[in-house]
C-alpha cells in the first residue's frame, strides 16, 4: 500500500507486471488507468518490490529475469517510470538461479537480494539519486536462500535457506555493508521465511 494509503500495488510474477489500484474510503480496489501500471519486459517474472522516501523510490527484484529494477515518481506524480536496472549476479554466472527476496539495511544505505541457486546475497549501495552500486555478492551459508532478514539493530543478516534446511547468521559491517563470517547456523527443514524483532517485541 502506498504511504498516502490511495494506492495499493501488487507483483504478478506470471504477467510481468505490478498492477495499481485505487483504494475507496469504503476499501473498494478499482484498476488504475495504464499509465499506473507498471510493465517489466516479457520474462522477467516481478517478485518482490519495496518502497523508499515516503514512495519516491519503488525497487523491484525480478526472479526469472534475476534484475533489480529501480523506479522513481516526481513529487506529486504517482506514475512510476524506471531510471535503473541491475542484474543481480555476479559477473560470469552462468548456471541456473531465481532472484528471491530484498530488503533495505535499517539507515537505507544499502540493499540486498538473495540469488537461489548461485546462493548468495548480492549488495548494493543506495545513491543520493535512488539508484543502486553493486558493492559485492556473499555466500549465504547454505542452498536456495529464499528469504532473510537483517535484525533491527543492523548489525546481523538471517538467511533461511530452503534445500539445505538451514537458518544461517553472518555479522554484517554497518559501514561498508559487507556481510562477513557466519557466526551462527539453525536446523530447520525447508526454511523459506525468517523474521527478526526486537527483544520483548511480538512480530506483527
Given at each position: 500500500v502506498s504511504g498516502d494509503g490511495k494506492r495499493l500495488y501488487a507483483a504478478d510474477l506470471g504477467l510481468d507486471q505490478i498492477f495499481c489500484y485505487e483504494i475507496s474510503e469504503?476499501?473498494?480496489?478499482?484498476?488504475?488507468?495504464?499509465?499506473?501500471?507498471i510493465r517489466t519486459p516479457?520474462?522477467?517474472?516481478?517478485?518482490?518490490?519495496?518502497?523508499?522516501?515516503?514512495?519516491?523510490y519503488l525497487y523491484l527484484v525480478t526472479e526469472m529475469g534475476n534484475r533489480l529494477?529501480?523506479?522513481?515518481?516526481?513529487?506529486?506524480e504517482p506514475v512510476y517510470r524506471?531510471?535503473?536496472?541491475?542484474?543481480?549476479?555476479?559477473?560470469?554466472?552462468?548456471?541456473?538461479n531465481a532472484a528471491a527476496d530484498l530488503h533495505f539495511s535499517r539507515?537505507?544505505?544499502?540493499?540486498?537480494?538473495?540469488?537461489?541457486?548461485?546462493?548468495n546475497l548480492a549488495v548494493f549501495r543506495v545513491t543520493e539519486n535512488g539508484t543502486v552500486l553493486l558493492t559485492g555478492h556473499y555466500d549465504c551459508g547454505g542452498d536456495f536462500p529464499r528469504n532473510f532478514c537483517i535484525t533491527p539493530d543492523d548489525r546481523f543478516?538471517?538467511?533461511?535457506?530452503?534445500?539445505?534446511?538451514?537458518?544461517?547468521?553472518?555479522?554484517?559491517?554497518?559501514?561498508?555493508?559487507?556481510?562477513?563470517?557466519?557466526?551462527?547456523e539453525l536446523?530447520?527443514?525447508n526454511a523459506?521465511?525468517?523474521?527478526?524483532?526486537?527483544?520483548?517485541?511480538?512480530?506483527?
Amino acid at each position: 500500500v502506498s504511504g498516502d494509503g490511495k494506492r495499493l500495488y501488487a507483483a504478478d510474477l506470471g504477467l510481468d507486471q505490478i498492477f495499481c489500484y485505487e483504494i475507496s474510503e469504503g476499501g473498494r480496489l478499482t484498476e488504475k488507468n495504464e499509465e499506473y501500471q507498471i510493465r517489466t519486459p516479457k520474462g522477467t517474472g516481478p517478485r518482490h518490490f519495496l518502497f523508499r522516501e515516503e514512495d519516491r523510490y519503488l525497487y523491484l527484484v525480478t526472479e526469472m529475469g534475476n534484475r533489480l529494477f529501480v523506479y522513481e515518481k516526481a513529487e506529486g506524480e504517482p506514475v512510476y517510470r524506471e531510471i535503473q536496472n541491475i542484474s543481480t549476479l555476479p559477473e560470469g554466472y552462468t548456471g541456473f538461479n531465481a532472484a528471491a527476496d530484498l530488503h533495505f539495511s535499517r539507515d537505507g544505505k544499502f540493499l540486498y537480494v538473495s540469488n537461489r541457486g548461485a546462493n548468495n546475497l548480492a549488495v548494493f549501495r543506495v545513491t543520493e539519486n535512488g539508484t543502486v552500486l553493486l558493492t559485492g555478492h556473499y555466500d549465504c551459508g547454505g542452498d536456495f536462500p529464499r528469504n532473510f532478514c537483517i535484525t533491527p539493530d543492523d548489525r546481523f543478516v538471517v538467511a533461511a535457506n530452503q534445500k539445505s534446511g538451514s537458518v544461517a547468521v553472518f555479522a554484517r559491517d554497518a559501514v561498508t555493508g559487507a556481510i562477513g563470517g557466519k557466526v551462527s547456523e539453525l536446523a530447520i527443514p525447508n526454511a523459506v521465511f525468517v523474521q527478526a524483532v526486537p527483544k520483548g517485541e511480538t512480530w506483527k
